[in-house]
């Protein structure tokens, strides 16, 4: 399938998401609430553990801007919440979630 036939012929998404913008699925997601498609069940599947936008390209096996279109419809339909930027990279957590965004770029 064409990756724009998975995003409706969008190429941009509404919003700016970064590589690094992270993505937690709400609890409506959970529920499958806004998520019409394979693919979106799966992103919210995904997104239970906070995940990077980058993340999600890898493991949904998409091209990154595919991936940020579709996340920022689950975002609109209150599926997922973005976090734009703001670690702190002297938190464990931060440093645990930048392996895993090396580990998954590695990965592609």
């Known amino acids: 399938m064409r990756p724009y036939a998975r ?3 969008r190429t941009h998404p509404g919003q700016d ?12 997601g959970r529920r499958y609430l806004g998520a019409g498609t394979t693919v ?12 990077s936008v980058a993340e999600v390209a ?5 091209p990154l801007n ?12 209150g599926a997922v ?13 931060s440093q645990d979630f930048m392996t895993r965004i090396l580990d998954g770029l590695r990965a592609l």
């Open 7 to 9: 995003t409706g012929g």
């Open 66 to 77: 595919v991936v940020k279109v579709i996340v920022d419809d689950l975002a609109a339909a």
């Open 81 to 93: 919440e973005i976090q734009q930027r703001g670690m702190l990279l002297t938190d464990r957590s």
């Open 40 to 51: 979106q069940r799966f992103i919210c599947d995904l997104c239970v553990d906070v995940r």
């Open 17 to 28: 998401l970064q590589l690094e913008s992270l993505v937690q699925t709400s609890e409506g």
């Open 58 to 62: 890898a493991y949904a096996r998409l």
